[in-house]
């Protein structure tokens, strides 16, 4: 099977992804869409960096690994962006 390889790679999405979904709510909820905006560009600056590193060397898995750090990254940028916003 073709997919064999990348199996353990797909079981890791919603680890790394949960965090971002769910700021992803809160950030639409506090109508702070403009945060997100700028994760999600440091995000897929890196994302797009790692992938032209890491898929020549590894192929695919370079590819994996770039888009499990794109999905960790968001949620540890909007993370980080909260602990910033005023509270009231």
């Known amino acids: 099977m073709a997919s064999q390889?990348?199996?353990?790679?797909?079981?890791?999405i919603p680890l790394c992804g949960f965090s971002a979904f769910m700021w992803d709510g809160i950030y639409i909820g506090l109508t702070e869409t403009r945060l997100m905006l700028i994760t999600m560009f440091l995000a897929m600056t890196?994302?797009?960096?790692?992938?032209?590193?890491?898929?020549?060397?590894?192929?695919?898995?370079?590819?994996?690994?770039?888009?499990?750090?794109?999905?960790?990254?968001?949620?540890?940028?909007?993370?980080?962006?909260?602990?910033?916003?005023?509270?009231?």
């Open 46 to 88: 890196l994302y797009f960096v790692l992938y032209a590193v890491l898929f020549p060397l590894i192929g695919n898995h370079g590819l994996w690994i770039g888009f499990l750090t794109y999905l960790s990254i968001r949620g540890l940028g909007l993370w980080y962006y909260y602990t910033k916003l005023p509270k009231e």
């Open 5 to 12: 390889p990348y199996i353990p790679w797909a079981a890791l």
